[in-house]
């Protein structure tokens, strides 16, 4: 148990980072990381001795995000009651030029495929190699970097407006 504390408790902040960015909402992202660790404990004779402890965590947060986020498009989204918003909330002025920009690239990574948004998050946002997101999201490490590759280009278009330019083709000379 206590080994299990040591890998677990360093990566807690990482997976929350992930849980808030995959579902938009810091209670919702505690619940979602309160329930990881759950599951982690009760599961933990079941890893793989061979696997990282960081990419199934991961992995269970991914899914339990997916498994939330779908459940809540069945029920219609969540909503939230005006008495339930605090006043600060509600009267709070937005932050001028970085609340745009911020609101832009939300709607940018909102505007990007389930599948090509979970890769850029874990590689770009959570640092994991390509090899550590293809084990977390199932896929080849192939795949992981085309999707990162495409998630790119697409965020450049959307944030910048913009057509993406080609990349220059590589030509290998002998």
């Known amino acids: ?5 040591l890998l677990v408790t360093p990566l ?8 808030v960015s995959l579902l938009r909402d810091r209670s919702d992202a505690d619940d979602l990381v309160q329930d990881t660790l759950e599951l982690a404990i009760t599961r933990w004779h079941q890893r793989r001795d061979d696997s990282s402890v960081r990419s199934w965590l991961f992995a269970i947060v991914h899914n339990l995000a997916i498994s939330r986020l779908r459940q809540q498009r069945r029920r219609g ?14 009267a709070m ?24 948004r979970s890769v850029l998050l874990l590689v770009t946002v959570e640092g994991l190699s390509y090899a550590e ?10 795949t992981v970097m ?18 993406v330019a080609q990349r220059p083709i590589l030509r290998r000379l002998k």
């Open 133 to 142: 997101t293809a084990e977390v999201l199932g896929i080849p490490t192939g």
């Open 1 to 5: 148990m206590q080994q299990m504390m």
């Open 77 to 90: 989204g969540a909503h939230l009651p005006i008495d339930d918003a605090g006043e600060a909330v509600l």
């Open 146 to 163: 085309s999707r990162l590759s495409r998630a790119r280009d697409r965020m450049i278009q959307l944030m910048d407006g913009e057509a």
């Open 12 to 19: 807690i902040p990482a997976l929350r980072r992930y849980a």
């Open 93 to 116: 002025p937005p932050r001028q030029e970085a609340g745009l920009q911020h609101r832009d690239l939300v709607r940018a990574l909102d505007a990007l495929h389930e599948d090509q």
